[in-house]
């Protein structure tokens, strides 16, 4: 029986050695996650213990071998076999990618189904956005489904760290970003890169910082790809490939707005709007208020008790002084956001009444007020970005209070306007005192603005 157990004794050994130098190769293309790490030294601790008074049977050494083998990824023995997320991290820059000599043929098309939502939770009326009804379209959990021929590759900034982990029966990626100046109320700091395997697809899923891991989890725990029809399918784009070009990441310029511009309209002002019907918009007046007791709380967007919670409205309905965080922003690979100093600022109301004539006998549907004013300074050609870097996370960068509007999440939209109404209408934002002198609003504009001097967008001067 000795002699069975110390030959036992050596084959462990061996069998040790074997799998550890696979677990020590030095392959570059592989990094594994820290809770890959642990697990894999809390194993090889474990069987590495001296044997008491149990020995092991020959049967029973080969089997914890066998386990310690299937301890190591599937890429160390079957990259070309088995689709494996490959992660690289160097500084806060992540690096994920897929490869594989298989090709998908994507002969059959699907829809994203998911089987379980948290409470109070709703898809957005376009795209695959899914927010909780009392933050209307803020947070939540954004879908986006990419596909796949053989091979992807993914860039993540502003990485703090990440996990290679299964949900329910997908390979996923779990990254955790870290970014200081924030400009959105619930900022999107978790993102997932989860796996379809057998259809070909990835699904890159932005979390929302008001959605708790164990809600999201559960939700894609439940999420599938369902077989449709073209019509009915989930849109798509191809996944980056690995060869094509990296897209270099560059500060946004807007360009400038010239000081003179026939865009730029004052208070008290008519412009003619041609937006899903023909109208007059005038601003006829803009209010500083510092309390907000005599506005109706059911016209705004976010209700009394959010608004107390974000520390932007005292419990008297005052506007408080606020702590604001000064940043300068990190370039996302080599380093992040760093708070260089903090700055005390006065919440201030900037309430607007302005009148909306329609001009046909035709009703105006699906009309959207939802622009937020933008900070403009004086350049040397005209009104330019401005560029402090402020954490403004207490704002929501949208129309604030609108005593026209639509119920739930289609606070934004004015309710049907007659044929030759005339229709006086009352809207805000929360700002900053020093933010007052600053404010340009351009009117119904739904497509983002890429260049501030643009011809087609309307400019109204609410500056105080």
Known sequence: MKKFNDEADKEMKVAEKLVQEEFDKDNPKIEFSKDYEARKKQFLAGISEEPTKKKMTKKKLWLVAAALLFLVPATVYTANEVYQFLTKKTNYELDVSLNQEKNYTHDKSYKLKLDYLPENMEKYEHGDKYSYKDHLNEGGLSFELLQITNQAEFKEL?????????????????????????????????????LFEKEGYILKTYVGNDVNEAEWKKVLENIALEETTKKEATPFQEAPKKDQKEEVIKKIDLGFLPENSKQIHSVGEKVKINTNGLFNFTINKVEVLDDLSQLEENNFRLNHEELLEKGILNIDNKLPTISQKIIKEGNGRTTVDEEIGQKENQVKFVYITATLENLADSTIENLFLQNEPY???????????????????????????LDSHGVENLFYNIPIIDGKEKREIHFGYFMDEDQLDKMFLPLFEYRGIDNLGAKDITWIDIRQ
């Open 375 to 401: 900070l403009l300074n004086k350049g040397s050609k005209g009104w330019v970005m401005d560029e402090e870097q402020v954490d403004f996370t207490s704002y929501s960068g949208e129309v604030d209070y």
């Open 158 to 194: 502003y990485t703090k760290d990440y996990q290679e982990t299964k949900i329910g029966e997908h390979q996923v990626v779990i990254i955790e970003r870290e970014k200081l100046n924030k400009d959105a109320a619930f900022d999107f700091d978790t993102i997932v890169y989860l």
